[in-house]
């Protein structure tokens, strides 16, 4: 057996520019991990976006464990919560590299993220995976949407840790550019209900939308398909929006956003949001599109998420855009897997 230490990573205010520290080594190895799984790098983070996203927030609260062997980080274990009355579940994921698994590595990070999650007085923890449909075996999603294959490593991992599979999310890549789009969105326009108005920015959101935004922020925590997983409602306000843009400029990520109004009451009503990186070689990322229950067949511009993918290339020129839908569409691989474990030894503020 391997003999391996595990430690909190202290986040630093400035990236090391030999790439070498345990933070620089952390995404790196996530970045691998994720490109064995996924097949593609379009997945990969950015050091120095990441760097200043992890920066400490008085709204969220994060933490990332490494495990190392003599110096080298060889696993990673993220730790997330919400804060706040509802703020009773555990976001966590863990990573191995592929030439140390097998060893403990991966079931000593879960321990430690759990404890943390116990001491937090934690309902429940979730996590993620990324899991290929292989031969052999399968385990349906309790949704009927999806399954994991039954022998995988993830799969095989969470089982042996108590974890229910709860869902399945697919994984999306559309390559840019994409031809014909601005007839699409032409031929959108004409088809919209014209109750609706379409808005667009880059970035920091105008003043008149701002509340309206935290609003869409907030049922994003729970409108979001999440089958048995039950999460708790995730509070934003102006001030959390404005904290987390403060921290998206430092990264250098553009956000381009379409959002639609309800012309009526005034309000913006839905909104997808682009991530567009710096460099053209990198994928544009979906970070969110929400329609509100109340306004969902409404035949609200269809043309809101072309146009935002067409300003989100013609920023980047990006080669591809990822996004992330739920159990609505049909699964295609690679997919995530959700998987829960309830602590039913913890309440909440006891
Ligand atoms: C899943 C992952 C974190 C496991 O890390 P690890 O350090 O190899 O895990 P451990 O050595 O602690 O394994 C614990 C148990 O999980 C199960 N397991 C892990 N890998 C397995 C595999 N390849 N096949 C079958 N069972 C496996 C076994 O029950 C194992 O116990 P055992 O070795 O006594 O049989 C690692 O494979 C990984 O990083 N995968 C890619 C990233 C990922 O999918 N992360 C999300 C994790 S759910």
Known sequence: MTEFDIATVEIPRELDPTGK???CQAIALSNLSDELAFGTTDTAFDVAEELALWQPSEFERYRMLVATVDGRVVGRGTYE???????DTAWVIVH???DFRRNGIGSALLAELETIARRDNKRQ???????????GPVLAAPTEFGSVSKNNPETQFLLAHGFSFEQVERVSRLALAVPGLLSLVDD????????YALHEWVDLCPERWREDLAVLYTRMSTDEPSAGLEPPEDVWSVDRLLEYQERLTESTLSMVYAAVEHVDTGTVVAYTALAVPREPSRAVNQAGTLVLQEHR???IPAYWLPRSVEAGSALACSNGCDTRSGPTTRPREPQLAHAGKTHRNASRGS
């Open 81 to 87: 919560t919400t804060v706040g009355e509802d703020a």
């Open 21 to 23: 520290d345990e933070f």
């Open 297 to 299: 067949g409404s035949r």
């Open 188 to 195: 959108a326009i004409d088809r919209s209900n014209r109750d």
């Open 96 to 98: 191995v590299h592929p």
């Open 125 to 135: 923890v979730v996590m993620y995976a990324p899991s290929s449909l292989n031969e």
